[in-house]
Every structure is written in structure tokens, then in C-alpha cells.
T-cell receptor, first 113, second 113 residues
Framework: DTAVSQTPKYLVTQMGNDKSIKCEQN?????MYWYKQDSKKFLKIMFS???????INETVPNRFSPKSPDKAHLNLHINSLELGDSAVYFC????????????FGEGSWLTVV | GDSVTQMEGPVTLSEEAFLTINCTYT??????LFWYVQYPGEGLQLLLK?????DKGSNKGFEATYRKETTSFHLEKGSVQVSDSAVYFC????????????FGKGTHLIIQP
């Protein structure tokens, strides 16, 4: 079983559409994240949830809205997609505590045309 | 804020060469340090980590030592293989859990046969 799984892996959509990426972890972790990787491979945190509570909300357009129905799931909804949203989005999770490893999903490749 | 600086790539080496990828960091307190690897078309995998000063992380022939005096966590491997070709990310987390990872910009490593 994949520890952190996200769907879809590939998504091509038109500008202005609304789309969601789903993420689930079966590791029993309390904390989940969304990261964005741009075309230059730079990785930046977008959101962090701890046991369904939003902890980190970096400077991200409010078109991006995370939703955590329970601590095993953290979905990312994006409204009114723009060309600049094209990127790879990684879901991740970690147990509570200092120095613990953060485990990443395989990524969702979003292309906005 | 916290930051990670790593050498820009691409780094191109011949098979069996010695590898060093430099990484330095700026952080308050005592961060945990990580190296993640991203193979082409794949997600991020933890390569190794160290959680306190003078700790050495190692995995798959790669090593890195947490040097607090020089705020560094350089990645080394004695003899690289073509299969090591990937993008390598140095990262830190100040306290683990909900704090998330701060990444360097990544170093693209190309190993030629």
C-alpha cells in the first residue's frame, strides 16, 4: 500500500476551470502538507494541517483552498485556474514531534492551458 | 527566516567519481537536516537525515554530517553510478511536525557512463 497517495497524477485543464487534487495517508500521521514545485524544481510549502486544523498558510492566492475532512485526508481545491498555476503539487505527511521525517506523495502534475 | 543554500547545478560527473554537493543553512535554534532525492518523473524520497550536531546520516552509500560550527550538511558519495542521476534537495525543519520543510533550490546531478 502506498503510504501517501494523491490523485490525479496528471491533470490537464483549461484556464478558468476549478479542479481538486485529493490526498490520503495511511501512516497514522497527525500532520499533512501541500507543497508546490515550480518549473525550476523549487519546492515551497503552501499549507500545513495538524489533526484537521490549519497551522501554516503561506502567501498563496485565495483561489487555493485546502480541506481536511479527517486527519488522514487533505485535499486541495483550486478555483479559476491560471496559466501560472501549472506546477507539480506534492502532498506530504509527518508524525508529531521534532526532527521527524516528512513523507511525500508521488506528486500531481497540473498543466493549465 | 530559515533558509537553505545549495550549489546550483547541473553537476555532471563520470561514473565512479567522488561526489560532493554543498549545503549550508541559516536557522534559529537546532534544526533537523535532511537530504531528499527526486528521480526523473517521480516524487521526493528521503535519502538521509541528521537531527543533532555531529550526527552523520547515511544511506545507499551517501553520507552527510551535521556541522553546527559551519552550519553545513554536505552530501558525499565515494563512487557514483549512472542510477544516481537525479535532483538532490537539502532541507531543514526547525521542529518537525507542523513546521514543515524549508528546501534548497535543488542540485541536478548527471552521471555519465
Amino acid at each position: 500500500d502506498t503510504a501517501v497517495s494523491q490523485t490525479p497524477k496528471y491533470l490537464v485543464t483549461q484556464m478558468g476551470n476549478d479542479k481538486s487534487i485529493k490526498c490520503e495517508q495511511n501512516l497514522g500521521h497527525d500532520t499533512m502538507y501541500w507543497y508546490k514545485q515550480d518549473s525550476k524544481k523549487f519546492l515551497k510549502i503552501m499549507f500545513s494541517y495538524n489533526n484537521k486544523e490549519l497551522i501554516i498558510n503561506e502567501t498563496v492566492p485565495n483561489r487555493f483552498s485546502p480541506k481536511s475532512p479527517d486527519k488522514a485526508h487533505l485535499n486541495l481545491h483550486i478555483n479559476s485556474l491560471e496559466l501560472g498555476d501549472s506546477a507539480v503539487y506534492f502532498c506530504a505527511s509527518a508524525p508529531r514531534g521534532s526532527g521527524n521525517t516528512i513523507y511525500f506523495g508521488e506528486g500531481s502534475w497540473l498543466t493549465v492551458v | 527566516g530559515d533558509s537553505v543554500t545549495q550549489m546550483e547545478g547541473p553537476v555532471t560527473l563520470s561514473e565512479e567519481a567522488f561526489l560532493t554537493i554543498n549545503c549550508t543553512y541559516t536557522a534559529t535554534g537546532y534544526p533537523s537536516l535532511f537530504w531528499y532525492v527526486q528521480y526523473p518523473g517521480e516524487g521526493l524520497q528521503l535519502l538521509l537525515k541528521a537531527t543533532k550536531a555531529d550526527d552523520k546520516g547515511s544511506n545507499k552509500g551517501f553520507e552527510a554530517t551535521y556541522r553546527k560550527e559551519t552550519t553545513s550538511f554536505h552530501l558525499e558519495k565515494g563512487s557514483v553510478q549512472v542510477s544516481d542521476s537525479a535532483v538532490y534537495f537539502c532541507a531543514l525543519t526547525p521542529g518537525g511536525g507542523a513546521d514543515g520543510l524549508t528546501f534548497g533550490k535543488g542540485t541536478h546531478l548527471i552521471i555519465q557512463p
